[in-house]
């Protein structure tokens, strides 16, 4: 039997795992995924992340296993493997996973944060195929950032991934986790769309919270909810939204001013509404055209959805295997 | 008689024209200046260049030139090496100014933004040596920014030159030619400054502007003058002060934020009062410190002053010449 190179992509969020097969040309061979029960521990974890990918890899005829990429839930240290100690998997304190990997396949590994997996995974084979400069976006319960220049992720001081999520871009706007008021993330997030739809409907002199069909259930409110209350005409769900939007847009334009990328992508659960969100997005990517040159920057939804992890961490340990030129 | 290998370092300011001649070691040999006289044109302001860097290199025992590098007031294209339309030098429109020298001379030129050059400088032979990730601002009329990584320039889409002078900061802020309100340097630069202090002194209800020692000068005050008077004790231009340093070190907190650099170099006229400044950025360093792993990034002034320019212009060209590995 002929033989196959592969490598392993492997996403460990806070509750699920999911991991592919890859050829090193990209072609998804095969994929799966498993509960991860955070809660039982790393040494559990660990198993667990071999066990998958022992089956998966079992499943490929002639299978040569080159190495196993992670992305993880964050904060990771890529430069030496380590799971530092996310809030999202209590308990996982400094675990050496990509070590772990490594001693058990025999082969190299390595781990990225999550938001670095996903942009490399779009560069690779999804809506960022060979841009030079591909900044990515996620707009979820935060906000998250990453960027590829020349199909590299631009790592910050120590080899650690920064944090767009919290540029300050209102001064005047709520306190965040991070200790400043107003960063981004306060500002357009799944998270403060949401607490912003409770702070509004619970004033009692704001007349659009007493005819919202929001109302009455403030305690449980989602951005889902503010969402598809927006879809469906409520006057007050429609102004947090367009709120929302103007300031992801303002954030967006720093972006913009501050890398002159040749794309964002953007991705994420609110993403799926980007409808909503584009009129604004439009309007301040129109502000940075007189200094982009040629405003050939391309503002677009990124493609490889739950599945950028994987990609972007099989194409990690790729460029491990085989660094780029 | 030996030869002695040089290049030349060009810094092409709005008035004055500036030279150094280098080893490819970094030590300047010998320098000079003159007037640039734009208004005279840029056929006769190609030729002042000529005859300056023709003198320079004359000067020098047995200089065999290898390149000459010119940093520019910009916009300028680096990567065809011709100046655009900066409005410093009116009527100096899509002159080729990389092409001539090359002609001229018969040696490889190229053409940098001033503010890509400064920060070139800077590492080569400045306050950032060997720093792998080193932003500078430059805090003058404008705020100016630069970022290189591993040695080489970050450079945007189309190779141009981001624009981090023009994050927006604050929604609330004044409208800046930019297009946006409230970008950083709409309210943390000199303009802002003197701006601010004029409106402050036309406002017959502040009491600090009545008691202010700035008033009765109001049209003719400069960032210059507000300083003073802060450290002369006068309240208005204390109060003016502090907002502008705490702008500024919000925008520095954002650069911390969004690239994790090693080091931030800051330059210009106003970081001659950096005591003034430093509080307010200390107050913004300090909330990025738990994002920044091991704290290690550092705010120091920059240490080349006026001749950054003409040693980031020669490194630039000896990047060229012998490109780095």
Request: glycine fraction near 14%; charged fraction near 15%.
């Amino acid at each position: 039997m002929e033989t196959q190179p592969v490598v392993v992509g492997v996403d460990l969020g806070a509750t699920s795992l999911r991991a592919g097969v890859f050829t090193p040309q990209g072609q998804l061979l095969t994929v799966d995924q498993a509960e991860i029960q955070a809660e039982q521990g790393s040494e559990k974890g660990v198993r667990r992340i071999t066990q998958l990918i022992e089956r998966l890899v079992a499943g490929v005829p002639g299978a040569r296993l080159q190495g196993v990429g992670v992305g993880t839930t964050g904060p990771a240290d890529a430069l030496t493997g380590v799971l530092i100690n996310p809030g999202t998997l209590p308990g996982w304190v400094n675990v050496p996973i990509a070590a772990r990997l490594q001693e058990r396949f025999g082969v190299p590994a390595c781990l990225e944060n999550d938001g670095d997996a996903a942009v490399l995974g779009e560069y690779w084979m999804g809506a960022g195929q060979g841009v030079s400069r591909l900044y990515m976006v996620t707009l979820g319960t935060g906000i998250g950032t990453a960027f590829v220049v020349e199909g590299r992720l631009y790592r910050g001081a120590g080899g650690f991934h920064p944090e767009g999520g919290h540029q300050v871009i209102d001064p005047d706007g709520p306190p965040c986790y991070c200790g400043a008021r107003g960063c981004w993330e306060s500002l357009a997030s799944g998270t403060a769309i949401a607490k912003r739809a409770r702070e509004a409907l619970a004033d009692s002199h704001n007349p659009l919270a007493q005819n919202s069909i929001l109302r009455g259930e403030a305690e449980r409110i989602d951005a889902r909810d503010v969402v598809e209350a927006a879809r469906a005409g409520d006057a007050l769900a429609q102004q947090i939204i367009e709120q929302a939007a103007d300031y992801f847009g303002m954030g967006l334009f720093n972006l913009l001013m501050l890398f002159f990328p040749d794309m964002i992508l953007l991705s994420g659960g609110v993403m799926r509404n980007l409808d909503l969100f584009m009129p604004a997005i439009q309007g301040w990517v129109e502000k940075s055209q007189p200094y982009l040159p040629s405003g050939q920057v391309k503002i677009a939804p990124a493609k490889l959805g739950y599945y950028a992890g994987i990609y972007g961490a099989a194409y990690a340990i790729l460029q491990r295997v085989n660094p780029p030129g």
